[in-house]
Each structure stands twice: as C-alpha cells, then as structure tokens.
C-alpha cells in the first residue's frame, strides 16, 4: 500500500484545512487509517483513526469535537477535516494504514505541512 497525503497549508487561527491521503491498492477497504502528527522538537502523535468499515472512529483529547476523521473506500481515501484549528496544531501530518487495526501501522504516507498562524 502506497499513500499519499494532501492538503496541509497555512491557515489563520479558527480556519479550517481537509487533509486527504489517497491509497493505492485494492486492499485499502481492508486497512484502519490513521492520522498522525510531528511537531518540531516534539515526538509524533496520534491524531485520529478510523475502522476499516468506517465504523468506528477515534480521536485523541486535544482534538475531539474540531477535527473529524472519514474514510470512501471507492476512491480509497481518506480526510481528515480540521476546524477551528489552533497554532498548536502546527505541525506535519501523516496518515498511516493498518492491517484490520487501528492500533498498529504497516504503511506511512509521506506527510503534508499544516501550520496555523495566530
């Protein structure tokens, strides 16, 4: 599975950014996706995941109720759409895809610039 993610950019405090991460591969349906983040200075983090089915999303505390998680797995991508973003959330976001789990990721996309401006 190759991915490629999309859509980062810089965007004032309170904007909004769709990050998309386009999969090739006909297994995509078969993967979770997940969203992470690296700050500079800082270690990795986990953004948001969702099921293989679309079922079930997750999302860690800092950005539950502004960002949300989506899968179509007819055009094997998947969004993660931002509001109101905040400086802190200035950082470099990749997806990541795993095989029926959210908790473990075989495959990283190359990762798309999202900075805030305050």
């Known amino acids: 599975v190759q991915l490629q993610a999309s859509g980062g950019g810089l965007v004032q405090a309170g904007g909004s950014l769709r990050l998309s991460c386009a999969a090739s591969?006909?297994?995509?349906?078969?993967?979770?996706m997940g969203w992470f983040r690296q700050a500079p200075g800082k270690e990795r983090e986990f953004v948001a995941a969702i099921s293989w089915s679309g079922g079930s999303t997750y999302y860690a505390d800092s950005v539950k109720g502004r960002f949300t998680i989506s899968r179509d797995n007819a055009k094997n991508t998947v969004y993660l759409q931002m509001n109101s973003l905040k400086p802190e959330d200035t950082a470099v976001y990749y997806c990541a895809a795993g095989w029926r789990t959210w908790k473990q990721y075989n495959y990283w996309g190359q990762g798309t610039q999202v900075t805030v401006s305050s």
């Open positions: 591969g006909r297994t995509f349906s078969s993967y979770a």
